[in-house]
């Protein structure tokens, strides 16, 4: 049974930062694709970054708005996604949820991944 949890949200003023946690039980995250969308209220569920591990190396595609904010890092041993959130500003307020999936796909597209987190909420306060 695959399971995800995030957890490290939470409210922060406009510049502050978090770093969110993705664990992951029922599989071998370092083989699954994975990725971070965020939903915000009235909005559809957006990618963040997606990491795409391919051989023995993996390739990190992160949304042009978090590019140079966001990074995304992995513990394999701890089977655990991080995603490092720096400068961060109103607009990231969201629901941010961990996604895992088994098969190559665009990763930014909502049905490449199986399996999602319940989320965890940031706010960022101006």
């Known amino acids: 049974q695959v399971h995800l949890v995030e957890s490290g949200g939470g409210s922060v003023q406009a510049g502050g930062s978090l770093r969110l946690s993705c664990a992951a039980s029922?599989?071998?995250?370092?083989?699954?694709?994975m990725g971070w969308f965020r939903q915000a209220p009235g909005k559809e569920r957006e990618g963040v970054v997606g990491?795409?591990?391919?051989?023995?190396?993996?390739?990190?595609t992160y949304a042009d708005s978090v590019k140079g904010r966001f990074t995304l890092s992995r513990d394999n041993a701890k089977n655990t996604l991080y995603l490092e959130m720096n400068s961060l500003k109103p607009d990231d307020t969201a629901m941010y949820y961990c996604?895992?999936?088994?098969?190559?796909?665009?990763?930014?597209?909502?049905?490449?991944?199986?399996?999602w987190g319940q989320g965890t909420q940031v706010t960022v306060s101006s």
């Open positions: 996604a895992a999936g088994r098969h190559f796909g665009p990763p930014f597209w909502t049905s490449t991944y199986e399996y």
């Open positions: 029922g599989y071998t995250a370092s083989s699954y694709y």
């Open positions: 990491i795409s591990s391919i051989g023995s190396g993996s390739i990190t």
